[in-house]
Every structure is written in structure tokens, then in C-alpha cells.
């Protein structure tokens, strides 16, 4: 089976501080995503990578970016947090190929205060 | 246009009843379809991959119509248990030049099975 672990669960952080989620899977999928989620808006993609050291802008990149220094591990670092970067955020991946479904993890549900 | 829509209900079902979700998508280049579940305050997980043939997972049969961009989802025989929000979820297959399997999510439609 497929796993992909988010570092954390739920996070507490102030506005203005470098915020930094972490994602690690286990397939040597190619392609990673950063999403959040907000109730009445759904699953909206932040980020993506489909190689390391490769990223493109998704649907709402601002105010943050991605790190992907290793095939297995994809970072979201924001940058400056604020409030309304709360939210529950999500991190998916899958191989090559364009027809398979991503496998998701657990989810960091992130409060800005 | 969005590029997935569907109802977002909710629906409320007594137990053992039969429920439809029906979903549109806006690009008739999708090639991949899929059925997510989300439970309250978790992850998106696959329900099942929706064929052009058609395709029944136990008490789940899931459609797919190319010709009207049209997905459906049925739930016979409801139980406590499928309480849930269930996403519809495209492929496009290709995006910006490449195979990336970007995928599409509807919002989501709730369900709610009641005893």
C-alpha cells in the first residue's frame, strides 16, 4: 500500500512566523501536491512537482512555496503565515503516467493565531 | 466553468435506501475518473475508478457517459457507515505539456444515512 506521511497533524503557529509542512511517501511516485482544504470551497491544488527540484504554481500559489530536494519528500514553507492561511492542508502523490488516483495523507490541519 | 461540478447536497437517507450522486466535467480531453470518500475531518480516500463500461464495487456501481460528460454514483442498500462526503474526481491526463496525473475534485456531495 501506498503512504504518504505529513509531518504533523495539527499545528499552532503566529502570524508572521516561516511556517514549513512536511511530506514523505513511499512509492517513488514522480508527482507530489500540495492542496488545501476549506469548507464550501473544497480541495484546491497550492503546488505541485513532478521531478525533484521541478515545481509549477497550481490554482493559489500565493503566499506560499514548495521544496523538493529529494524524490520522496515534498516541503510547503509559508512564508510569512497569516490568518487566512488556516486551513487543512493536504499532500498527495502519484506515478507517472496520468491515470492513476493519488493516494492522499492523514492532513495537517494548520491554525494561524 | 468549473472544471468538475455536483450537487452538494446534502442528502439524508433512512438505512437500506437507494441514493444517486450525480457529477459534470467540462473537459471532454478527461480521461480518467474516479470516486473519492472523505469522512468528517480526514483524508480523501479512493472509492473506486470509474470505467466507460461501467464498473459495480459490491453495493456501489458507478457510470460514466463521454457523451454528456456525465459521471454517476449509486448506493444501494445504504448503511450507517457510508455517512460521508463523496468527491468526484477527473483526470485530464495532461497538463501544460506533460502527463501529469493532475486530478480535478468536485466539492463534494454529503451524505448522511440515518437508522
Known amino acids: 500500500d501506498v503512504k504518504v506521511t505529513q509531518s504533523s497533524r495539527y499545528l499552532v503557529k503566529r502570524t508572521g512566523e516561516k511556517v514549513f509542512l512536511e511530506c514523505v511517501q513511499d512509492m517513488d511516485h514522480e508527482n507530489m501536491f500540495w492542496y488545501r482544504q476549506d469548507p464550501g470551497l473544497g480541495l484546491r491544488l497550492i503546488y505541485f512537482?513532478?521531478?525533484?527540484?521541478?515545481?509549477e504554481k497550481g490554482d493559489i500559489p500565493e503566499g506560499y512555496s514548495v521544496s523538493r530536494e529529494k524524490k520522496e519528500r515534498f516541503s510547503l514553507i509559508l512564508e510569512s503565515a497569516s490568518t487566512n492561511q488556516t486551513s487543512m492542508y493536504l499532500c498527495?502523490?502519484?506515478?507517472?503516467?496520468?491515470?492513476?488516483?493519488?493516494?492522499f495523507g492523514d492532513g495537517t490541519r494548520l491554525s494561524i493565531l | 466553468r468549473k472544471e468538475v461540478e455536483q450537487d452538494p447536497g446534502p442528502f439524508n437517507v433512512p438505512e437500506g435506501a437507494t441514493v444517486a450522486f450525480n457529477c459534470t466535467y467540462s473537459?471532454?480531453?478527461?480521461?480518467?475518473f474516479f470516486w473519492y470518500r472523505q469522512d468528517c475531518r480526514k483524508e480523501p480516500k479512493l472509492l473506486m475508478s470509474v470505467y466507460s463500461s461501467g464498473n459495480e464495487d459490491g453495493r456501489f456501481t458507478a457510470q460514466l457517459n463521454r457523451a454528456s460528460q456525465y459521471i454517476s454514483l449509486l448506493i444501494r442498500d445504504s448503511k450507517l457507515s457510508d455517512s460521508a462526503t463523496y468527491l468526484c474526481v477527473v483526470n485530464r491526463g495532461y497538463y501544460r505539456g506533460s502527463t501529469l496525473g493532475r486530478l480535478y475534485f468536485g466539492r463534494g456531495t454529503q451524505l448522511t444515512v440515518w437508522p
Open positions: 498527495a502523490s502519484i506515478s507517472r503516467g496520468g491515470n492513476q488516483p493519488q493516494h
Open positions: 512537482s513532478y521531478d525533484v527540484k521541478m515545481k
Open positions: 473537459n471532454s480531453a478527461s480521461q480518467s
